[in-house]
């Protein structure tokens, strides 16, 4: 046959026997793969967006400081759990956990939203192709021996996600508080508005799209119906929460950088670098 499929080929053909792409009982092809294209460029990126994440995510989480400038607060520390947290005015400040804890109350909270960004959907596809190779790209080998998917610790634990996702609810919904107390000054009276509250405004609108776009969110609005006529409310809900979801990987990202950069406009303003610009 053109391909090779006889198993006693791989041999012949220099191809080591192997498991994988690569089993005598597969089609042989020398080449790892047929693509001429730059397929590389984009696991690449994935991995240097991810890992820029990583660096500045950890670095603002084990700071502990600078990240409430009245009004405003962090993403990274929305709820503060711990005593040790900043006194805020009004703010999501409880003090659950006693002076025992000495280290930055962000480590306390960001364990909801990046264990539900963690076991994404769409997250596991980026990090296995982009750390993993697994695989780095269509049509392109990966380079492990065997496979077996998310059947095994740790993968297996993936399928938490769905409970993930009512922990990312209920921070969203606490994110959404911190953005409404944006429109207050620094004395805690309403009716003003700066450039840090159109940036957490931002920020929390992509987080809402980015949680329900979820196919979790998809499957709880509109799964286990056998016939959607008899649902109507639900159906037009599963409609809506389609339409996100077919821009997942795109509200993705634009969360995931919007988050990062209200973490650093608070840290800014909150470290003095400048003050916030008041619009009115």
Known sequence: ???????????????????????????????????????????????????????????????????????YV?????????????????????????????????????????????????????????FWASPPACAVAEPHRTYTGETRFPLVLQNIHRYFFYFAVIVAGILTYDAALGFRNARGEWGHMGLGTLVLLANIA??????????????IVGGRIRTFSKHPVRYRMWGWVSALNARHMQLAWASLVSVAVADFYVYLVASGVFDDPRLF
């Open 1 to 71: 046959m053109a391909t090779g499929t006889d198993p006693r080929s791989a041999t012949s053909a220099g191809v080591p026997a192997q498991g994988g792409v690569h089993h005598p009982s597969r089609a042989t092809i020398p080449a790892r793969h047929l693509r001429a294209d730059r397929w590389w460029l984009q696991p690449a990126a994935t991995a240097a967006g991810l890992f820029a994440f990583v660096v500045y995510s950890t670095w603002r989480a084990f700071a502990g400081d600078d990240y409430y400038a009245a009004p």
């Open 74 to 130: 962090s993403p990274f520390y929305s709820p503060c759990i711990a005593e040790n947290c900043v006194p805020m005015k009004s703010g999501a400040d409880w003090e659950v956990f006693g002076s025992w804890w000495s280290l930055s109350p962000a480590l306390l909270i960001l364990i909801f939203p990046l264990g539900f960004r963690l076991t994404c959907y769409y997250y596991r596809k980026a990090y296995y192709r982009g």
């Open 206 to 219: 992509l987080i809402w799209a980015y949680t329900l776009s979820c196919h979790s969110c998809r499957h």
